[in-house]
């Protein structure tokens, strides 16, 4: 039943009907037709071309931009739509100014075995390192490798053990830093540290104060401390202890200014790269523009890929070095945890 309206629609589009859709308002094709516009839409949405609009309606000197720059290039100066640029010059067979990229692997066999840039670490220039092939965001069902820096663990490891320590020895208060201490309280049930008490300033005091880990769930400490070397968003480190987003990045926060006290080389402090991200820099191997460039994916060796923005143009990593003889360098873009190099700020107020 339904079958013989849809004949009559389908036969009156012929190949001339069907290059005006598009190009002028579907009640004008219609008056032409004698159908209804609703006719003249469906057939638009069947074909996917899109609707008529003043803004998209090409002038004769916007045409003949089309070729002049890459397609990016002129859809920002006419302020039109990347794709739209791309469709009307493909439409009026207009060649691009870009050749099609040549392969990588063809530029290389030409130019020879080109040596690999000597190594050097992705250090950034904030003086941390970080992993060039390392995912920054989790896709589905993936986990994310192991980047635990051991290093940086053992010594957490270590400071932790000491101040949970039940040594009854007296430490310097850590409010004064005055040496006239001595021991208040041995561990008991309820309290599993000793207290002590400053002769000087007349406080007492356990060795956790003045530490990250004073009101942090000492529990989740051992995990939270192998978490803060590792190359992971705080989402991903908040799932994995069970614990909010915010409390993360203050633990991660604390971690890193009492790092900093501790030692205000920075040494222990640059080896955190929790929620870290980073943005790799190397100068493009097509069109040599330096700077930026965006992680786009992997390429199928399971190699990262990286977007150039100013030629619209992909390549791996490996390749990108070889050619432009320099090795992609890091650099932190959102740092969520950024701590001042002072060692002097809210020492021990904890
Ligand atoms: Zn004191
Ligand atoms: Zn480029």
Known sequence: MATRPHKIRSAIWTAEADALLGTVPDSAIAAQLGCHCKTVRERRHKLGIA???????????????LGTDTDLAIAKKLGFGHGQVHRRRHFLGIPSTRPHPEALKKIIARSGALPMPLEQSTTTSTGR??????????????????????????????ELAEVYSTSLHPPACPRCHSRRTELQQKPHARMTVPRFTCMTCRRTFNRIV????????????PLFIRLLSQQIPYEEAARRLGVSYTAIQNWTKKFRIWLLQRDPTGKWEKKVRLGIRARPHIRCPRC?????????GYMPTGERRLYCPACGTAFGIGDAERLAQQKVRLEVWHDPGK????????????
Request: a negative charge; hydrophobic letters at 40%; zero cysteines.
């Open 288 to 296: 040599g523009a330096d700077g930026e460039k965006h992680l786009d």
């Open 129 to 158: 390192q970080l992993l060039i092939h390392q995912r920054l965001l989790q896709k589905a069902g993936d986990e994310f490798p192991d980047t635990e820096d051991l290093a940086l663990t053992a010594y957490l490891e270590r």
């Open 51 to 65: 609707r008529f609009s003043a803004a998209r309606a090409w002038t004769k000197e916007q045409e003949a931009l």
């Open 210 to 221: 003045g530490t990250p880990f004073v009101r942090l769930r000492a529990a989740k400490l």
């Open 339 to 350: 701590v001042d190099i002072d060692p002097e700020a809210g020492n021990g107020k904890a």
